[in-house]
């Protein structure tokens, strides 16, 4: 993970946003089922044990993949955790973590634990990627903690066996006349094959053990309280945490945020008009370079260009000269959602357009070839990792977490309704997952309320389309007088270090005086793309 510009969980660069940052957005859009069906066992209960948990002992970290880089500061080591926590003395799985230590000083407040999203996305290395672009008065204030999450990365990792491990290709696109038949059949083979390999542990892999796994981390620590920045699906992870132990979260920033009530089922509306949303910043930036790129020199007209494209990759994909890959339609818009994460990715964005009506007319030029190989270049393995362990616990936790409807019906009519509705995602956000044929979770979603402290600070971009502008609003009037929220006229999914001083100024002061805006505050002073 790297950043550039910052966001205080990194900001991925293009290659890594395709490989691996495909995030709770899409599955947020799916539909869940009947209340009463919600959980086929009781809640656990909190276990209080880790109060008694042995301190880390710190040492060197996990080898990296091959090419990446890593903070000399940082240390790691192990946490052991229950594997149920209804079992505590059953069996145990380690989880992996990371520290950076607070620069020297008398101000130093604590530990800061940071989660980058995903689901599923590893965060050992999170802290030396995050502390560049934090002030020294942060940095004196907290040690940065980061950890991979159970199943995830070096700890204890999961895997079902899939044959495509990337998360694109869970990503359900109807077919081109709109059927989910082939869907249907990916779902129920993904479910069986997680079924048959991961097997049942794998239903213990879920959020609201991994934050009791994070209270684990906070007395490993011999913290009394931790302070949180959780971003995208880490948003939701720390505000179960909060929920869960609301004397133990100290000052927690939450960012790009997913709404609480709809995990993770109803909001595929949201997701089609966050797209919608997003979209024209992109297309802004292709429309003004129309005389190289020839997409079209207005937003709509570049728009037209791209949903005629994406019809015609879904009739008749376009095969990627030296690769065994073709371009569909699929492809086509899972890396438009990706790289609309970043506002440093839409020129690149606008590039990978014009390669790919190349690829489609068969016109295509050395340099469009250029940007579709970096575009499509697979990041290297990670030493000890399954290939496919972000896309097994990507299904893990969306699935284990709440139950979801099996009717296969109801998920056509709504992908045909959302198709409709909204062009640019195609029906995919309310078409049917593996989820549908998984096994009925093991617990409820826990509830997130407004009882507890005034302790969260909560940024949110108008134009994010992987959690949109309305589940920002949605998790703030959750938590009512618990949370501030800083909003921002900006587009992407990263809020702070993005150009806005107004939005990076309550974060730091947060962080460092525990103020939060008094008022909802909307920040307009973003720096021009």
Known sequence: ??????????????????????????????????????????????????????????????????????????????????????????????????????????????????????????????????????????????????????????????????????????????????????????????????????????????????ARDMDRIRAALGAEKISYWGQSYGTYLGAVYAALFPDRADRVVLEGNVDPTKVWANAKDNWGKAMSERFPDAAEVAAAQHATLGLGDTVDEVTQTYLALADRLDRTPAPVPDTPLALTGSMLRTVTYSLLLNNESLPMLAQFWKAAVGLADGTLTEADGQVLEQVFASPPPTPGVPADNQATMFLALTCGDARWSDDVDEYARRTAEDRAAWPLTAGMPANIWACAFWPKPIEEPVRVTDEGPRNTLILQNRRDNATPWEDGLGLYEVLGERAAFVGADNGGHYVYNEGSTCVDEATVTFLTTGQLPDEKVYCTDVAPR
């Open 1 to 210: 993970m790297q950043r550039s510009a910052g966001t205080g969980i990194p900001r991925r660069s293009a290659k890594v946003v395709i490989a691996v940052a495909l995030t709770v957005a899409a599955v947020a859009a799916c539909d869940v089922a009947a209340e009463e069906d919600a959980a086929s066992e009781d809640a656990p209960p909190v276990v209080d044990e880790a109060a008694d948990a042995p301190r880390v002992s710190w040492g060197t970290c996990p080898e990296l993949a091959e090419g990446a880089s890593r903070d000399p500061r940082l240390t790691c080591g192990t946490v052991e955790v229950p594997l149920d926590y209804r079992n505590p003395g059953g069996e145990k799985i380690e989880v992996a973590v990371s520290k950076l230590p607070a620069a020297k000083s008398r101000d130093r407040r604590g530990v800061l634990l940071l989660n980058p999203g995903g689901p599923a996305l590893p965060g050992l290395d999170t802290p030396g990627a995050v502390a560049p672009t934090l002030p020294p008065s942060v940095l004196a204030a907290y040690d940065l903690i980061g950890f991979d999450p159970r199943g995830v990365g070096h700890s204890t990792p999961q895997s079902c066996g899939l044959d495509d491990p990337s998360l694109a290709g869970l990503f359900p696109y109807p077919a081109a006349d709109g059927s989910i038949t082939a869907n249907v059949d990916a779902a129920r083979t993904g479910a069986e094959r997680c079924a048959t390999n991961a097997g049942e542990k794998l239903r213990y892999f879920t959020t609201a053990n991994t």
